[in-house]
Nanobody
Protein backbone atom coordinates (compact mmCIF):
# COMPACT_ATOMS: atom_id res chain seq x y z
CA UNK A 1 0.00 0.00 0.00
CA UNK A 2 1.21 3.51 -0.88
CA UNK A 3 -0.12 6.68 0.71
CA UNK A 4 0.26 10.03 -1.08
CA UNK A 5 0.03 13.42 0.61
CA UNK A 6 -0.18 16.52 -1.56
CA UNK A 7 0.42 20.10 -0.55
CA UNK A 8 0.93 23.53 -2.04
CA UNK A 9 -2.30 24.33 -3.85
CA UNK A 10 -4.03 27.69 -3.56
CA UNK A 11 -5.14 30.77 -5.39
CA UNK A 12 -2.94 33.01 -7.49
CA UNK A 13 -3.31 35.76 -10.06
CA UNK A 14 -2.47 35.15 -13.73
CA UNK A 15 1.27 35.22 -14.24
CA UNK A 16 1.92 34.02 -10.71
CA UNK A 17 3.62 30.89 -9.44
CA UNK A 18 2.81 27.96 -7.19
CA UNK A 19 4.73 24.89 -6.09
CA UNK A 20 3.02 21.56 -5.47
CA UNK A 21 4.57 18.76 -3.48
CA UNK A 22 3.64 15.11 -3.10
CA UNK A 23 5.13 12.77 -0.53
CA UNK A 24 4.77 9.00 -0.88
CA UNK A 25 4.92 6.63 2.06
CA UNK A 26 4.35 2.94 2.59
CA UNK A 27 5.73 0.15 0.44
CA UNK A 28 7.83 2.05 -2.10
CA UNK A 29 9.25 -0.03 -4.91
CA UNK A 30 12.45 1.49 -6.24
CA UNK A 31 11.34 1.48 -9.87
CA UNK A 32 8.30 3.69 -10.19
CA UNK A 33 6.76 6.58 -12.01
CA UNK A 34 5.19 9.55 -10.30
CA UNK A 35 3.30 12.39 -11.83
CA UNK A 36 0.79 15.19 -11.60
CA UNK A 37 -2.58 15.11 -13.26
CA UNK A 38 -5.34 17.69 -13.22
CA UNK A 39 -9.06 17.78 -13.69
CA UNK A 40 -11.03 20.93 -14.40
CA UNK A 41 -14.82 21.10 -14.02
CA UNK A 42 -16.61 19.17 -16.76
CA UNK A 43 -13.31 17.96 -18.24
CA UNK A 44 -11.45 14.68 -18.18
CA UNK A 45 -8.45 14.17 -15.95
CA UNK A 46 -5.24 14.81 -17.91
CA UNK A 47 -1.54 14.32 -17.43
CA UNK A 48 0.35 17.49 -16.54
CA UNK A 49 3.84 16.11 -15.96
CA UNK A 50 5.47 12.80 -15.11
CA UNK A 51 8.86 11.66 -13.90
CA UNK A 52 10.25 8.16 -13.52
CA UNK A 53 12.74 6.90 -10.96
CA UNK A 54 15.53 7.50 -13.48
CA UNK A 55 14.61 11.17 -13.75
CA UNK A 56 13.08 11.05 -17.21
CA UNK A 57 10.28 13.58 -17.58
CA UNK A 58 7.36 14.25 -19.85
CA UNK A 59 4.98 17.20 -19.99
CA UNK A 60 1.67 18.14 -21.49
CA UNK A 61 2.19 20.52 -24.40
CA UNK A 62 0.13 23.16 -22.63
CA UNK A 63 2.58 23.44 -19.72
CA UNK A 64 5.94 22.99 -21.46
CA UNK A 65 8.27 25.85 -20.64
CA UNK A 66 6.14 26.94 -17.68
CA UNK A 67 6.04 23.91 -15.35
CA UNK A 68 8.94 21.86 -14.03
CA UNK A 69 8.64 18.51 -12.30
CA UNK A 70 11.38 17.17 -10.03
CA UNK A 71 11.82 14.36 -7.55
CA UNK A 72 13.85 13.39 -4.52
CA UNK A 73 14.21 9.62 -4.45
CA UNK A 74 15.65 9.66 -0.93
CA UNK A 75 12.46 11.30 0.37
CA UNK A 76 10.04 9.71 -2.11
CA UNK A 77 8.71 13.13 -3.02
CA UNK A 78 7.95 14.95 -6.22
CA UNK A 79 7.46 18.64 -6.78
CA UNK A 80 5.79 20.65 -9.51
CA UNK A 81 6.98 24.21 -9.94
CA UNK A 82 4.31 26.11 -11.84
CA UNK A 83 5.23 29.48 -13.30
CA UNK A 84 3.38 31.91 -15.56
CA UNK A 85 0.09 30.44 -14.43
CA UNK A 86 -2.95 31.02 -16.60
CA UNK A 87 -6.68 30.84 -15.81
CA UNK A 88 -6.77 27.68 -17.93
CA UNK A 89 -4.52 26.00 -15.35
CA UNK A 90 -7.34 26.15 -12.80
CA UNK A 91 -8.14 22.59 -11.73
CA UNK A 92 -7.79 20.02 -8.99
CA UNK A 93 -4.29 18.61 -9.21
CA UNK A 94 -3.68 14.97 -8.30
CA UNK A 95 -0.47 13.13 -7.56
CA UNK A 96 -0.12 9.62 -8.97
CA UNK A 97 2.27 6.79 -8.07
CA UNK A 98 2.71 3.79 -10.38
CA UNK A 99 4.84 0.71 -9.94
CA UNK A 100 4.56 -3.07 -10.15
CA UNK A 101 2.84 -3.06 -6.76
CA UNK A 102 -0.02 -0.88 -7.90
CA UNK A 103 -1.43 2.44 -9.04
CA UNK A 104 -2.21 5.04 -6.38
CA UNK A 105 -3.70 8.54 -6.35
CA UNK A 106 -3.59 11.39 -3.88
CA UNK A 107 -6.67 13.19 -2.63
CA UNK A 108 -6.12 16.23 -4.85
CA UNK A 109 -5.30 19.88 -4.23
CA UNK A 110 -7.11 22.84 -5.73
CA UNK A 111 -5.24 25.36 -7.89
CA UNK A 112 -7.16 28.48 -8.86
CA UNK A 113 -5.78 31.12 -11.21
CA UNK A 114 -7.93 34.21 -11.30
CA UNK A 115 -7.67 37.96 -11.26
Amino acid sequence: QVHLVESGGGSVQPGGSLRLSCAASGIIFTINTMGWYRQAPDKQRELVAGIDSGGRTNYADSVKGRFTISRDNTQNTINLQMNSLEPEDTAVYYCRFQSVIGDYWGQGTQVTVSS
